[in-house]
Structures are given as C-alpha cells and as structure tokens.
C-alpha cells in the first residue's frame, strides 16, 4: 500500500550495505521510520532529497514492517540554519529529545507545527547571532514542547501553596512541575533557584509565538539558568 505523508527528517542510520533507516516526524502520523533502499549507491536519485532537518513530501510503500521510501520531494532545506554550525548544534540537541519523548506513530498536529516553527526561526537567524539568542529560541521550544506534551510548567503561582511567587527568592520543583515560593522551598531538597526574570521569560514563551521569541533580550546568566532548568526537568520525565 502507498502512503503520503508530510515530514520532517529526524536522524537516519546506515543498514546492509547500501540501505538506510531514515527517522521522521510526519503531520500524518506522528514520528515513524522508513528504509530507503539503495540510497548509500552514487547513482542513487533519494539521496539528495533525504537530510536530516529537511522538511519533505514523502512516499512510502508498505505491507507490513517499516515500509520502503518510495520518493521524496524537498519543500525546504533550511538552508541558513544548515550553514550556521550554532544552530545545526542546537538542533541535533532537540531532536535527540524529541525522540526521547515522543513515542512512534502519535499524531500530533501541535508538535509538529511547533517544531516546524522552531526550524524556520533558526533559519531566520543571521551568522552574527549570538549564542544567547540562538539558545532563547532554542528554550522556547522546549518550554511550549513540552506544555504540549502534557507537561504544564506552573510558573505564575507556587505549586505548592498556591500563594503567591516570593518577589526576591524562588525555586523550581521538578517533582510538583513549577516555582516554589521562598516559604514553601527552603526546606525542601533536590530543587533548583530560579530568578524572576527567567519566571517572566519563561511566562512570555507560553504566551507568545516561537517566531517572536526573537525580539526578547536576555543575558547569559539567564540563558544558563533556563537551560539547566529544562534539562533537569527532561531528565526527571524521563
């Protein structure tokens, strides 16, 4: 049977001597995986059209077991983001999380339009971009993904209380899943500080489109913070 799917390509793993497993997540279909036979030979027509990140129209034959890669048609390349080694970096990082906590074949229409905007926002980036506004981007998503995912951050009200957040000292609690006031964390282990910028920077993610994301300043401190706190989070989920 033939099956079409829109998709973004994930990773790919070489098999046999020519073949490969190529990794995607489709609108259609959540993430799946397809072999692309005879990709590995010179003459071969797939392979310019199967790279990682590439955003494609995919045709795959299937009875039964991963199906074969029929065709492939290339809507973007991203082809910036492909040139900037910063942002390349950044999202062979999210992808690796994608898989970790995405299981095959669960539709997501969100997920895959949040991770399509992702893309085209580093794409967007110039090489002058620095290292602390690739990273916002780069946290934005991982915030709004896994809010997606089911994983709401409280982070307007403690989780614990429900009082209000302390105005100089506050903490996150990866086991309750949000900020704990001063009075509710300071007897409490195993929890990470967290300022009230990255509390409001964290608020405009959820509030705003990944796109706009790139008109928000932030310093490094800031960046370090946010990304240890989605980091450790992630490891607790998983």
Known sequence: MEYKYTGIILNKKDIGETDRIYSFYTLEQGKISAIARGVRKAQSKLAGHLENFYLI?????KNKGLGNIASSI?????KNLRSNLSCLEKVFKVTRTLNRL???????????FLFLDYL?????????????QINLITQGFIFKF?????????????????????????????NCGGAVC????????NILPISNNSIKII???FQNKIGNLSKLKINHKESKELSHISRTFIKWIC
């Open 182 to 189: 001063e009075a509710c964390g300071s007897n409490v282990g």
């Open 74 to 78: 290339v809507e973007n390349n991203f």
């Open 102 to 112: 995405i299981n095959d074949q669960e539709k997501d229409a969100d997920v895959f």
């Open 203 to 205: 608020r405009i993610f």
């Open 146 to 174: 896994l809010d997606a995912l089911g994983y709401k951050i409280e982070i307007n009200r403690c989780v614990k209380c429900g009082g209000k957040l302390s105005k100089n000292r506050n903490f996150f609690d990866c």
């Open 120 to 132: 085209n926002s580093l794409d967007k980036m110039n090489d002058n971009t620095n290292e602390v």
């Open 57 to 61: 129209d995919l045709t795959v034959m």
